[in-house]
């Protein structure tokens, strides 16, 4: 879901619904259909149907553009209908989808390159560098006796990078280096290679104001940077 991953319904239907083992999961996910990046019919497998949250048939054509609908593109009265349909229809979701929690900027945040309310505690580099790394974000090149500042995620239904600049990491024995702090948080135009990543003022141009960035990777990357508040650095610990 960081991603906001989109996929052609026929190349889900053909690899994901009909396949023995990714199916019965697609079957207990909530998927929205695309247009312009804006959801226009949210909807579940059964039997190979495609079902909307009252049970009703929903066609969704072979060309449309689906994905896994996040919370956030989610009205709260769709989010408790499709919460009290998928627990009805029993099984195990693969994770928490309509229940997740929700982050949003404000209009005037959402203006600003910089994200807003970036944390400004040190957390333990190994901390950071699990957390980055379970959330998709790739690390880039090592530069300065083998520190490594950036890491990026790419979002590719927006055609845009995620790019994290932080303290430097060491490529190896980061458990040895002290607590760093997150520096600031850009997306970035275009879809970079790990290796491409740089400090923000190389991009330029390239880089947008949040508005420009889905709401679903907006939600997880403000949720992912709160988590980073409840990582106490490593000489907190005892």
């Known amino acids: 879901m960081m991603s906001g991953y989109r996929w052609l319904m026929r190349d889900v239907v053909d690899h994901i619904v009909g396949h023995p083992v990714l199916g019965p999961v697609a079957a207990q996910i909530v998927w929205a259909r695309y247009e312009f990046g804006i959801v226009t019919a949210t909807f579940r497998f059964v039997g190979g149907e495609t079902m909307d949250v009252d049970g009703g048939r929903v066609?969704?054509?072979?060309?449309?553009?689906?994905?896994?609908?996040h919370a956030v593109e989610l009205t709260p009265q769709q989010r408790d209908a499709w919460i009290l349909t998928m627990l009805t229809a029993g099984g195990a979701a693969p994770f928490q989808q309509c229940e997740r929690p929700i982050f949003?900027?404000?209009?005037?945040?959402?203006?600003?390159?910089?994200?807003?309310?970036v944390p400004t505690r040190e957390i333990a580099a190994t901390s950071l560098v699990g957390l980055l790394a379970r959330h998709g974000f790739e690390r880039g090149p090592s530069v300065d006796a083998g520190l490594a500042?950036?890491?990026g995620l790419r979002a590719e239904s927006a055609d845009l990078t995620i790019l994290i600049t932080h303290g430097g990491i060491p490529t190896s024995a980061p458990h040895e280096h002290p607590p760093i702090r997150i520096l600031n948080v850009v997306p970035v135009r275009g879809l970079l290679d790990p290796r491409e990543l740089d400090e923000p003022e190389a991009f330029g141009e390239r880089l947008v104001p949040w508005k420009h960035v889905p709401a679903?990777?907006?939600?997880?990357?403000?949720?992912?940077?709160?988590?980073?508040l409840a990582t106490a650095p490593d000489e907190e610990r005892s």
Do not use: C, I
Not at 59 to 69: H, I, K, T
Not at 104 to 117: M, R, S
């Open 216 to 228: 679903s990777v907006t939600s997880e990357v403000l949720a992912m940077l709160d988590a980073t």
């Open 149 to 151: 500042f950036q890491y």
């Open 104 to 117: 949003t900027l404000t209009e005037e945040g959402a203006e600003n390159v910089q994200l807003p309310g």
């Open 59 to 69: 066609e969704v054509p072979q060309d449309a553009e689906v994905g896994v609908v």
